[in-house]
């Protein structure tokens, strides 16, 4: 029994040897004085972080659209909450991994000068993300029923979504590949077929 027990603990401290020793060789070899590269750079982070406060207003014009409302309208709305939703989730699992906050402290500073107002807000001066609906926009879109409320929704998430495109383009055009740059281009598209889609139903309602 002592032999077995001897030979037992013998094969663990090997096993954990040969462990260790794959580790040592699968680990990346970096320089002395090095760093590991960031999982993100600075542009990614601002972009992503914006783009999560962005996908957030955009699920709150899709909560305040009348129940009642066309049904095509309130289809269309849920899609877009649906596949906001899912980008949000990614959104926010690349800031996990980059070890970044969620609220960016300076919105909009990685965009780079478009004909955006400013506010100053301490000693920071952040942008107004392009395509957002301001409070009074949103109590409108919550008291109004019927037709009238799928025109106010549809005008507000059409200009959200070409805010959304404004910045995921902006993105594009500073990025060089990589996930963040290949979501960017794909927001474009999507969103894009989704503005077209939106005025074709406002025409429809004589908009």
Not at 17 to 44: H, K, Q, S, W, Y
Not at 129 to 147: F, H, I, K, N
Request: glycine share 10%.
């Amino acid at each position: 029994m002592i032999r077995r027990s001897g030979f037992r603990f013998a094969a663990f401290g090997a096993l954990a040897l040969l462990l260790l020793a794959m580790g040592a060789a699968l680990r990346p070899v970096l320089p002395a004085g090095a760093t590991a590269p960031a999982v993100l750079n600075e542009i990614e982070i601002g972009f992503v972080q914006d783009m999560v406060a962005h996908h957030g207003q955009a699920l709150v014009l899709t909560q305040r659209l009348d129940a009642d409302a066309d049904p095509l309208v309130v289809g269309l709305a849920r899609q877009i909450a649906d596949s906001q939703r899912t980008e949000l989730g990614m959104l926010l699992g690349w800031l996990r991994l980059a070890g970044a906050p969620v609220v960016n402290p300076r919105r909009m500073a990685w965009m780079p000068d478009a004909e955006q107002t400013h506010r100053h807000s301490g000693t920071e001066t952040d942008r107004t993300m392009p395509g957002s609906a301001s409070a009074a926009e949103l109590d409108e879109l919550s008291v109004a029923r019927g037709t009238q409320a799928e025109i106010v929704f549809l005008r507000l998430m059409r200009r959200h979504h070409a805010g959304g495109v404004e910045m995921a383009a902006a993105a594009d055009a500073l990025l060089t590949g990589g996930e963040v740059d290949r979501s960017a281009r794909e927001m474009v598209r999507t969103q894009g077929q989704e503005i077209g889609l939106m005025s074709l139903l406002l025409n429809r309602r004589g908009d």
